[in-house]
């Protein structure tokens, strides 16, 4: 069984920086791509990153503009979002993916079969 426990939201204030994580059980960490989205209250969810499963390949969405980055750990089954000059427009409850063996670095939700429960981030004005 699949399990993606999300974790490392909280409440910052805009400009600070933040760092999720994704741990990840019950399947090969190394074989699936890892991605963020985001839910803020009444809206899509919207892309934010993704991490290849070979690691070598990442895609931001268009609103990032160089502040966040994706890494992964596959020793500790891990995948991270980290987060710097965050503005009160990030404020969303943020999920991590999973896809086996996605080839590409792909901001489609409906290639992701399985999701974490969500983090919720605050950026305070």
């Known amino acids: 069984q699949v399990q993606l426990a999300a974790s490392g939201g909280g409440l910052v204030q805009a400009g600070g920086s933040m760092r999720l994580s994704c741990a990840a059980s019950?399947?090969?960490?190394?074989?699936?791509?890892m991605a963020w989205f985001r839910q803020a209250p009444g809206k899509d969810r919207d892309f934010v990153a993704v991490?290849?499963?070979?690691?070598?390949?990442?895609y931001y969405g268009d609103f990032v503009k160089g502040r966040f980055t994706i890494s992964r750990d596959n020793a500790k089954n891990t995948a991270y979002l980290q987060m710097d000059k965050l503005e009160p427009e990030d404020t969303a409850v943020y999920y991590c993916t999973a896809s086996f063996l996605l080839s590409d670095a792909c901001s489609n939700r409906l290639n992701y079969p399985y999701w974490g429960q969500g983090t919720q981030v605050t950026v305070s004005s």
């Open positions: 019950g399947l090969t960490f190394s074989k699936y791509t």
């Open positions: 991490i290849k499963w070979t690691g070598n390949s990442t």
